[in-house]
C-alpha cells in the first residue's frame, strides 16, 4: 500500500459516488468510503471492489459528533491521504419566502459546514503526501443567482468560495483545491432538482439535456493525473 494512492470519498453510496470510487480504483487507488447508510447499489459495488476498500465510515452529515468520531477510525487505518473528494450532498428547492430559515440551516449544515469539518479533521493526512488533493462536488446552481434557489445554490456558493479561499491557504502544503460545478446530473439527485432551477440551467448545458455522470469522473481523473498536477483554485463547470 506504500506505493498505492489513497483517496478518502464522501456520498460513496450514491449514484455519482459509486462512479467516482470505480474510476479512482481502475486507476489502482485504495479508498475509504463515507457511506450514510447501506443500500443495495454500494453492497454490490463493495462485494466486487472490496480488496481496493480501506475502511467505510458510517455518518449523517446533520450528527457532528458522529462525524468527528468516524473520522478519528481513519487514521487508524492509514497515516496519509492524497486525496479528499467531498461529494455528498443534498438537493433543495423552494422560494424565499416559502421557505422556513431552519430548514435553509439544515441545508447549509450538509452542503457547506460538515465539508469544512471534514476537511478540518483529515487535513493532516493530507499534509503527509506530496501533491495532495481536495475536490469539491459544487453545482452550477452556486454559480447563477436563480429563483428558488436560495438553500440549495446558496451553500454551493459558499462551496465555491471556500474552494478558492483553502487553495490560497493550503498552497503552501502543496494541497491543491478545486471545484466541479456541473449542471443538472442524469441521475437520482438530477431529478430531485426544482423544475424551474432545472429547465434554467439546462438552457446552459451543450446539448440542452442532463449532463452524463461521466463527464464529472473524468473532471475528476483529469485533476488527479500529472496533466492536471496545475490546475488549483479553479471552479470547473460541466455542461
Known amino acids: 500500500m506504500k506505493n498505492q494512492k489513497?483517496?478518502?470519498?464522501?456520498?460513496?453510496?450514491?449514484?455519482?459516488?459509486?462512479?467516482?470510487?470505480?474510476?479512482?480504483?481502475?486507476?489502482?487507488?485504495?479508498?475509504?468510503c463515507h457511506i450514510r447508510k447501506k443500500n443495495q447499489e454500494f453492497s454490490k459495488f463493495f462485494k466486487k471492489n472490496k480488496k481496493s476498500i480501506i475502511k467505510i465510515?458510517?455518518?449523517?452529515?446533520l450528527e457532528t459528533k458522529k462525524i468527528e468520531s468516524e473520522l478519528k477510525k481513519i487514521y487508524s487505518k492509514t497515516d496519509?491521504?492524497?486525496?479528499?473528494i467531498l461529494n455528498a450532498g443534498v438537493p433543495h428547492g423552494g422560494l424565499f419566502e416559502l421557505t422556513k430559515v431552519d430548514e435553509i440551516k439544515k441545508i447549509f449544515e450538509v452542503n457547506y459546514f460538515s465539508q469544512?469539518?471534514?476537511?478540518?479533521?483529515?487535513?493532516?493526512?493530507?499534509?503527509?503526501?506530496k501533491n495532495s488533493s481536495i475536490i469539491n462536488i459544487s453545482s452550477l446552481s452556486g454559480l447563477i443567482p436563480l429563483r428558488g434557489n436560495i438553500a440549495y445554490g446558496g451553500s454551493k456558493a459558499s462551496i465555491n468560495f471556500f474552494t478558492k479561499i483553502l487553495a490560497k491557504e493550503l498552497k503552501i502544503y502543496g494541497?491543491?483545491?478545486?471545484?466541479?460545478?456541473?449542471t443538472i446530473l442524469n441521475n437520482k439527485m438530477g431529478k430531485k432538482t426544482d423544475i424551474n432551477?432545472?429547465?434554467?440551467?439546462?438552457?446552459?448545458?451543450?446539448?440542452?439535456?442532463?449532463?452524463?455522470?461521466?463527464?464529472?469522473?473524468?473532471?475528476i481523473s483529469y485533476l488527479l493525473s500529472k496533466?492536471?498536477?496545475s490546475i488549483?483554485?479553479?471552479?470547473?463547470?460541466?455542461?
Open 232 to 239: 488549483n483554485a479553479k471552479i470547473i463547470k460541466v455542461l
Open 6 to 32: 489513497i483517496a478518502f470519498i464522501t456520498g460513496c453510496s450514491g449514484e455519482l459516488g459509486i462512479d467516482i470510487a470505480k474510476r479512482l480504483i481502475s486507476e489502482k487507488f485504495k479508498l475509504i
Open 80 to 84: 496519509r491521504l492524497d486525496v479528499i
Open 57 to 61: 465510515v458510517h455518518f449523517n452529515l
Open 116 to 129: 469544512i469539518l471534514i476537511v478540518q479533521k483529515l487535513l493532516r493526512l493530507l499534509k503527509k503526501t
Open 175 to 182: 494541497i491543491k483545491v478545486n471545484a466541479i460545478a456541473p
Open 197 to 219: 432551477t432545472a429547465k434554467f440551467l439546462l438552457k446552459s448545458s451543450s446539448k440542452n439535456r442532463r449532463v452524463n455522470m461521466k463527464f464529472v469522473v473524468n473532471k
Open 227 to 229: 496533466k492536471g498536477n
